[in-house]
């Protein structure tokens, strides 16, 4: 399942604390700020979609990610390639690599990243 937009936003604010309140919440938001009702209405949509969870402080509830940043990403970016580039890493690895005008000093630290990976694996 994936966050719209506005759900990857207010995903970002609650990946930046270890919890958080929605006070809190409409305070960090950039402008414009949306009304609590439907800040409420995002939370509610986030935790039914199983991203979100909340633990109760008196009247208040506390937000936090039941979905690490690094895991959402990292399905995110295995939906485009499949969706966009036929499964194909490869493909994705070169659109990147000729879209992005990269230098050459990039390429390099890119090239060393999988040269590190393939070692890893290898292990």
Do not use: C
Not at 34 to 45: D, E, G
């Amino acid at each position: 399942m994936q966050l719209s937009k506005t759900e990857e936003q207010l995903m970002e604010l609650i990946w930046q604390q270890d919890g958080i309140f929605m006070k809190d919440l409409l305070e960090a938001h950039p402008d414009p700020k949306p009304a609590p009702t439907t800040l409420a209405t995002l939370l509610k949509r986030m935790q039914e979609k199983g991203f979100v969870g909340y633990q109760i402080f008196g009247n208040s509830r506390q937000y936090h990610a039941l979905v690490s940043k690094e895991d959402y990403f990292s399905k995110h970016m295995r939906g485009i390639i499949k969706n966009f580039f036929g499964n194909s890493v490869a493909q994705f690895a070169s659109f990147f690599t000729n879209a992005t005008d990269l230098t050459a000093d990039e390429l390099e630290e890119l090239k060393g990243i999988i040269e590190e990976q393939i070692k890893n694996k290898q292990s």
